[in-house]
C-alpha cells in the first residue's frame, strides 16, 4: 500500500477567444486557446493550500504549504506534480491523518479542462477527487466532481451538487450509469445527480495499471457541462497537438467514455 497514496497529475486549462471573463450565454465558434497550464516545478504557484478543517467532516488533517513540503507529501519533478497522504504514521484510534488539499488561485467562468491524472490514491477510507465549485454559498455556486470514488471503488463516478431546481438531462448522449436525476444537495443526503462510469480503467488501482488518463471537461454557458475521459493510450491528436477540439468528440466513439449535460 506505501507506493499507492499519491495523485501525479498536471492541469491544462484552455479558453475561447473572449477570455476567462465570458459574457453569460455567449456562444463560443472559435477555437480554444491555451490559457493556463498548471505543470511540473511551477504546479503548486498556482495553487492556495487549504488548512481548514475538512468541510465534510473525514478524518483528516489537511496540512499548509510549508507543512506539507516538510512532510513530503508534495513534491515536483519537470512535468509531474505529486500530492500525497501520510501513509507512514501508525495513529491512535480516532486520530486524523495528515494529507494535501489544494485550490486554484484563479477562478474560471468558462473553458476546456484537461486533467493529466498519472496515478491516484489507491486504499479504504480514502476519498481522492478532482473537483470545481462556483464562487458564493455552497451549494448555490454549483459544484461539479470531474474525478471522485471512496474506498476501493474500481469506476470513476462523476457528479452535480447544486441549489435546488437542477436536473441531471438524461436524454443527452452519455456511457456509463445514471445514478440519480435530482441534483439538488438538499435532497438524498446530498447525493446529487451522476453519473457512473462504464466498467473499464477509469479509477482507482486498474487506472495506475494502464497509465491514467486523461479527464476532460467542457464547461460553457450556452451548452451546459460535458466530461469525457480519454484512456492513456487513445487520447485523440487535437489535444495532443494543443488544439482541443470537443466538436469532434462525436467521431470518438470508441475513445471517450463520458459525456454528460445539466438540464433544468
Not at 467562468?109 to 455552497?138: K, N, Y
Request: hydrophobic share 35%; proline share 6%; charged share 15%.
Amino acid at each position: 500500500m506505501v507506493a499507492l497514496l499519491y495523485f501525479l497529475f498536471a492541469v491544462f486549462i484552455f479558453c475561447g477567444a473572449l477570455g476567462t471573463r465570458a459574457t453569460p450565454l455567449v456562444r463560443r465558434d472559435l477555437p480554444y486557446q491555451l490559457e493556463d497550464t498548471y505543470q511540473g516545478y511551477s504546479f503548486f504557484d498556482g495553487f492556495n493550500f487549504f488548512s481548514n478543517s475538512d468541510p465534510t467532516n473525514g478524518q483528516v488533517n489537511y496540512l499548509g504549504q510549508g507543512a506539507a513540503w516538510d512532510a513530503h507529501l508534495v513534491s515536483v519533478t519537470p512535468d509531474v506534480a505529486t500530492i500525497r497522504v501520510d501513509n507512514q504514521t501508525w495513529l491512535d484510534l480516532g486520530a486524523k491523518r495528515n494529507s494535501v488539499r489544494v485550490e486554484s488561485r484563479r477562478t474560471y467562468s468558462s473553458g476546456l479542462f484537461i486533467f493529466d491524472v498519472q496515478h491516484m490514491p489507491v486504499g479504504q477510507s480514502l476519498w481522492p477527487a478532482l473537483w470545481t465549485i462556483g464562487q458564493g454559498d455552497w451549494p448555490t455556486g454549483g459544484e461539479v466532481d470531474v474525478v471522485e470514488g471512496v474506498n476501493l471503488q474500481t469506476t470513476n463516478h462523476m457528479a452535480f451538487h447544486t441549489s435546488p431546481g437542477c436536473y441531471l438531462d438524461t436524454s443527452a448522449y452519455f456511457s456509463g450509469t445514471a445514478d440519480n436525476t435530482n441534483c439538488d444537495a438538499n435532497e438524498n443526503s446530498n447525493q446529487g445527480c451522476g453519473i457512473t462510469s462504464p466498467p473499464g480503467n477509469s479509477y482507482g488501482a486498474s487506472l495506475n495499471a494502464a497509465g491514467g488518463s486523461l479527464f476532460v471537461m467542457e464547461f460553457e454557458p450556452y451548452s451546459g457541462i460535458k466530461i469525457w475521459r480519454f484512456p492513456r493510450t487513445q487520447i485523440p491528436s487535437d489535444i495532443i497537438s494543443g488544439n482541443p477540439d470537443p466538436s469532434r468528440c462525436a467521431a470518438h466513439h470508441n475513445q471517450h467514455y463520458h459525456l454528460r449535460r445539466l438540464g433544468r
